[in-house]
């Protein structure tokens, strides 16, 4: 295996090993990310199933909080599989990581609902999305590691780009099974039990990952620094414990994940979310559209990633925030002009007036579905904000009055679902209908449902711009590439061979398990408490905005960092 490129030296081709070490490492991840990405796109089938003994809108919390768990246990594994990596070895730790991962999503794909063995469903599936999330935790700093350390100096950001392939290859995967399987079988057997299928297909991925893995060998690196006796003792106290080390870690936290995570996870996630959540454009098409835009950008986590072993991993990234802070409203705006323009025509011409008692609104933040808004204001508001409706907050109503909503000129008044006990479901649907209908008669693109007599807000599917639409989602894909692509040789080179493994999955994980995880609830709060569906891009804004700023000011550049010699 050839080690460092002499300075100086041409650079050389490939070799078979090496391609095999990236195979290896890309493909297992992909089917990890696969995994990981099934239970968020299928959560209201698992839900139903897991749940079933509660009301649906209990249910929706459980499925949420089992979600979360997955997310929050992250930075956990990150320590745990990182501390066993630096120890052990790269080579059999994200084995392990891979395996775990694998059989408990095929697990979830066998496990009977909580119809057949009652409370034990859900306590085993959110035990199932821990170790996930575990797992998860363990693998991306092991195979990045693990493919940094084979590679030779002058060509670790092209090798290592390819792990960075691997988060939005599982995601298009899951996607393109999740749409084979709906479009091979009646929603209703789907809703059954065809929602199963994609976690079931995850043990044939995981036997193709683990037999390749098992031919590989050990890290060169972490090879002959344990030969020489010079493996770290202790870690985690070495990687945190110590200034030098841990200053490191925060200088990484703050000045590059936590930025990368949120352009990452508004560029792939939540222009899915804002699509089908926001403006109401119907899933499939949503998915479809997804997919055509990752097809299209993912080559380019390659090309940013070979392009910082030319000119450095910090101005690409540097650039990439600076795009998503300077672009990120006028190009969700235009999404919303694109996708559904009936709607974006509709929020330009009328916005609804909430006149609410001081102290009666509250910020409603909700990251795992727990919390409960009862009070007549975070009703109303709720009620708009999930509708898209834009809207101002007026505090002049008496106290102990209930909010009202005004639409034009009609004012429908909201109320209090804790006063009003055993009514509040009667008072929920005049209120909604009420609200409805008067958005419908000002120009919302609602529809009526002859059958049950309630209004839905979609978005007309002869109206979507699909060109348009794919475009801009490109950017933004085009956007992760850039912050995503090289982060992964930057973060290895920043840590000592001894505590590589944990020095750099600690803050990647905080980074875009937590910063990353809480995005979605922190900016549907945002947007309801200001009235406005684009307020809450203030968050991802924010922290692009505080990575960049850290970034230029305290992240070196790594480029041409020797690790076989930083042990």
């Not at 344990?226 to 070495?238: M, N, R, V």
């Not at 508004?266 to 990752?294: C, E, H, P, R, W």
Request: a positive charge.
């Amino acid at each position: 295996m050839a080690m460092a490129q002499a300075a100086g030296a041409p650079s050389r081709g490939m070799t078979g090993e090496e391609r095999k070490v990236i195979f290896a490492s890309s493909l297992g991840t992909v089917f990890e990310w696969y995994d990981f990405y099934l239970y968020g796109s299928l959560a209201a089938f698992i839900g139903a199933t897991f749940f079933s003994q509660y009301p649906e809108a209990t249910r929706n919390i459980f499925a949420l909080l089992a979600f979360a768990a997955g997310f929050i246990v992250r930075p956990f594994g990150a320590l745990v599989f990182g501390r066993i990596g630096d120890l052990v070895g790269r080579k059999y730790t994200f084995l392990v990581t891979i395996l775990i991962m694998g059989l408990s999503t095929f697990i979830v794909g066998l496990l009977p609902g909580s119809a057949t063995i009652g409370i034990a469903a859900p306590i085993i599936l959110i035990i199932l999305r821990m170790l996930q999330g575990l797992a998860l935790g363990g693998e991306y700093g092991g195979a990045a590691t693990y493919v940094a350390e084979h590679a030779p100096d002058d060509r670790r950001g092209f090798y290592t780009s390819w792990i960075q392939t691997t988060a939005t290859l599982g995601l298009f995967l899951s996607l393109i099974i999740i749409l084979i399987v709906q479009g091979s079988m009646a929603k209703e057997d789907f809703a059954a039990w065809g929602w199963r299928i994609p976690f079931l297909l995850s043990v044939v991925l995981l036997g193709i990952s683990v037999w390749i893995r098992m031919t590989l060998s050990e890290s060169p690196t972490f090879k002959r620094m344990k030969e020489e006796g010079k493996t770290s003792k202790a870690p985690l106290t070495e990687a945190f414990g110590q200034w030098k080390n841990a200053k490191i870690a925060l200088i990484a936290l703050f000045g590059l994940t936590a930025g990368q995570a949120v352009v990452w996870y508004s560029g792939q996630f939540y222009s899915l979310f804002f699509l089908t959540n926001v403006l109401k454009v119907d899933a499939q098409s949503v998915n479809i559209m997804i997919a055509i835009a990752l097809a299209l950008g993912s080559l380019f986590f390659v090309v940013f990633g070979w392009l910082s072993d030319k000119i450095g991993r910090k101005p690409i990234i540097m650039v990439g925030l600076a795009l998503a802070v300077v672009t990120y409203f006028p190009l969700f705006k235009a999404l919303t002009w694109a996708a559904n323009p009936a709607l974006a025509q509709a929020q330009a011409d009328v916005r609804a007036t909430v006149t609410a008692a001081p102290g009666d609104c509250t910020f409603q933040f909700n990251p795992v579905g727990t919390a409960k808004f009862t009070k007549s204001c975070d009703i109303a508001t709720g009620f708009l904000a999930r509708n898209s409706v834009p809207y101002d907050i007026v505090t002049t109503a008496p106290a102990g009055t209930p909010a009202t909503v005004a639409v034009g000129s009609v004012t429908v008044p909201s109320y209090d679902a804790t006063a009003a006990g055993a009514d509040a479901a009667a008072q929920g649907k005049a209120f909604n209908n009420a609200v409805h209908a008067a958005l419908h008669d000002a120009g919302y693109p609602l529809v009526l449902n002859e059958t049950t007599g309630a209004y839905a807000m979609v978005a007309d599917p002869n109206a979507v711009n699909w060109p348009m639409t794919i475009g801009i989602l490109f950017i933004l894909v085009l956007y992760v590439t850039m912050v995503y692509g090289p982060i992964a040789a930057i973060l290895v080179e920043m840590f000592p061979t001894r505590i590589r493994y944990t020095g750099m999955s600690l803050p990647y994980h905080i980074g875009n398990g937590w910063f990353g995880g809480l995005l979605p609830a922190t900016v549907f709060a945002m947007s309801a408490a200001k009235g406005d569906i684009y307020f809450g891009l203030w968050y991802p804004i924010a922290f692009a905005a505080m990575s960049l700023v850290v970034g230029l000011l305290f992240v070196k550049d790594t480029l041409g960092t020797n690790l076989h010699a930083k042990t």
